[in-house]
C-alpha cells in the first residue's frame, strides 16, 4: 500500500539557522522550504524541542553580531558614513540644529523663540 500525503519536508538546519540571522519571518522561511508556517513550526519543535519564536531568537542574535562585525570593519576602512552612524548610535553625537523664529504675540510684545541643539560631547567635555 503505498503511502498517502505530501512527501515528508527536509529541513537543511545550517540553511535554516542562517534564514534566522538575516531576520527572515516565519513565512519567508516556509516559503524557502516551499512549506506551511505550521510545518514549520513543528519541525523545530520536533527536530530543537523548543518553540520557533524561542529558536528564532537564539539564531537572530547570531544574525546581529555578524552586522555588527560588518559595520565596525566598513567603519575601520573609512566609511564617514558608517562612522558618523556609529557615533550617534553608540557616542550620543548629534548634528548640530539652529532654529530661530520670530513673531508678534500681539502689536507691541516681539517674541523670539530660540532653539539650539548641539553636539551633547561637546558640551561634555
Known sequence: MAKR???????????????????????EIAA??????????????????????DYYAQKKEKGFVALRRLQWQKAKK??????IWLGKQWLD????????HSGYINDHEKVVVEEVVVNQQDEKG
Do not use: H, Y
Open 5 to 27: 500525503g505530501p512527501k515528508p519536508i527536509k529541513i537543511k538546519w545550517k540553511e535554516f539557522d542562517k534564514l534566522c540571522a538575516m531576520q527572515c519571518t516565519l513565512s
Open 32 to 53: 524557502w522550504f516551499e512549506c506551511s508556517e505550521d510545518t514549520i513550526e513543528r519541525r523545530v519543535k520536533k527536530s530543537k524541542k523548543m518553540k520557533f519564536a
Open 78 to 83: 573609512g566609511s564617514n558614513i558608517m562612522l
Open 93 to 100: 553625537q548629534r548634528d548640530k540644529k539652529d532654529i530661530e
